[in-house]
């Protein structure tokens, strides 16, 4: 029952907690000019529904009290002199202080104001020469929902974890339990001992998988736009993949706790970090992005985007579908192999 | 208090015999926490751009040298029809399709028929293309801009933004990643090792003995607890200080304070472990517990994604994430320099919750045994 009561609750907690859509930035306005055009600014900052205006300081040694605080995630700085330099000088400078001890929001806020900056320049400069207007068409994620990066990498990540933990776990605790040994001395060979381990456990993440996503596609919006026998088949390889490493951890160790730490401790961590379900692939670098290629769930994360947004067809996504059976095949070679050895 | 020691003694005893375990406690994670934070890196560079050019004139080309010449864009393909634009999107080879229209030039020149140009951006990771717009955006501003000032049109003023990032001027995301991941693999072990150390003996059936020695209860627990929290200790100090060598990530504030919040910190981890042990009864159930929480601690903890924006009940919960609070005294000390009136809530919320949790399970130890 836990197995499917926990990563249940998960998709559903990820899936409405976990986003980066962005909207409601806490910020704060240091307006020393006052003028006309500043205020005409702010309304258009506050406006655009990226900024919520938490805080009016008054003086520039508000700031660093304000950042540790914590309140403010940016201060808009419109000098003294912003008013006088606009009118005189025909351009006139103003301040966007960001606390990047938050690196993310730091570079969006300041992109999106820079942004809004620049249409207002343009919208002042349009009454006297003629613009270019700008249309932006978002391909396979029109609202730019966070929800198409985040569901699939958490499908990935638990059913990884699960399948391999699962069958760790269990074949480590006949070792413990010495029930290993008499299924060695039986003359069942190694080859069905590990088939009639995985079987089980097989079907058990199947449908823990296909609960998940339905989950995704009817709770939260994920299109299904590709063939349901190729998602499935995704699936299916995935999990085969996970149970197999799984089985290969759990001949390499000797008590269930070992297996677990093996497991949760190795898998975890790298699995989320270094698949592009947190950090895009694209940015690591080389020799991660070497490792990153050979964790399961890079290749899987790839095949359900391919599948369920894009609607990719086999010939598109045959390389990640041969990579994960190649990777199983190697992962139950070998603990076939040190499971001879044992005998 | 003797006791106690001696309990003590028999946990390192039992930590260090066991060969297999050692690493995955010690060396691992502090290994792991290294190699991660090399890939902590949001940076939006290398973008692939399209070019759909329809009017082929002197402005549409300038316009491309512009974009060309901008520092976010490493790779650009020629693109002629909408299906290559298509094709190119669904392989993930481009991230961004410029396309400029016929007669861009003409229309550029004669007023009230502004020209349109599109951008077409792969959005499948949706921070990513709203950076790639602002990006497009900014560069297609300077152009008209730089339009404008050529056609010598008076009159129009023009607002230069002027940015500056405090606390982590050059925008390394190593300097913030190291301190939050060390915190993170820390309270994994430190849940995990505690759940399952119990649990394994009551298993095992070395409870019992336990419970007919004269040992009181607290002193059965104070004894499973400190070795790990000196575990937790090693794990976190040796993470920073290669972090520092490696990193070179900022101290702006007192590691004093730090250690101190850190003393107090690894008692909610240790009485989480504690208290799913006295929940469960195989140490399977343990550890899935333990996922279960862990799991939800690091990815709401506001390090990888911002806290901020998660709906109303999602940040309530989050009250209860001991990693969120140690995410922000990362963030507080070690980058801001904040003293001991900005962390002393902290810890006293950080007190409060370690003697709470730790009273659940010691409470609930009572009743199972």
Redesign the interface.
Known sequence: M??FA?PI??VV??G???????????IGILNQSKDQ?SVK?IHRIIGSGYFVVEQTLEKTQDIPKA????KV?LVVFFPMSFQQD?YHA???????????????????T??????I??????E??RE???????????????R???V??FIPGVIA??LL?ISA?LTS?TLA?EKETGTLELLSISPISPYMIIIGKVIPYLILSLLNSFLIILLGIFVFGLPMVGSVALLILACFVYTIAALSLGILISTR??????A???S???L???T???SGF???I????L??QLISNIIPATHFIILI?SIM??G?GIT?IWKPFFILIAMTAVFILVSIQSLKRNK | MRNILVLVRKEFLQIFRNR??LP??TV??VI?VI??T?????????LRLGIWDLDQSTSSSQLIHKFTGAKFFQETDLITNQKKADDL???DAIDLVLVIPKDFEK?????????????????????????V??????I??D???E??SN?N?????????????????T???KT?MLPG?VA??MT??II?ICA?NVV?EREIGTIEQLNVTPLKKYEFILGKLIPFWVIGHFIFWAGIALGRLIFHIPMVGSLGLLELFLAVFLFVPLGIGLFISTAVET???A???S??F???F???CGL???V????DW?QW??QLNPLKYFV?VN??IL??G?GIT?IYPFILKMFVYGIGINALAIWRFKKTN
């Open positions: 836990i197995l926990l609750a998960l907690i990820f409405y907690a976990l986003n980066n859509d962005f909207k409601n930035i806490p055009t600014l950042f540790k605080s914590g995630k606009l025909k351009k006139a400078q103003i301040q966007f202080i960001a606390d990047a001890s938050d690196i993310n929001t730091a570079i969006n300041t992109s999106y104001l820079s942004g900056i620049g249409e207002f320049n343009n002042n400069g006297n020469s003629s613009g270019i207007q700008l249309s932006a068409r978002m391909i396979f994620n029109q730019l929902l966070s198409y990066l990540l638990i974890i933990l776990v605790r160790v000797e008590t269930q706790q070992a677990m730490f093996a949760l401790v190795t975890m961590m790298p989320m970090l270094l947190i950090f895009p694209e940015s690591l670098p020799p991660l985007k947004i894009k990719a598109l | 297999q375990l995955f406690m691992l994670p792991q190699l991660l090399f890939a902590a890196n949001y940076e939006i560079k290398n999107l669904m392989q229309n550029i020149k004669i007023q009230n028929s502004p020209p349109t140009i599109q951008f077409q951006i792969n959005a499948l990771n949706n921070s990513k293309a709203g950076i717009q602002n990006y497009a955006s900014a297609t501003q152009f008209m801009s339009l404008r056609a049109v008076s009159g129009s003023v023009k607002i230069i933004p002027v940015t500056n990032f405090w606390y982590n001027p925008l390394n995301y913030i991941i993170e693999v994994l072990i995990l399952l394994r140490q399977q159930q550890l899935f517990t996922f279960f862990i799991i939800l690091i990815l709401m990888f994604t911002p901020e924006t998660m709906p999602a919960v989050n922000e963030r507080l980058l801001k904040s900005e």
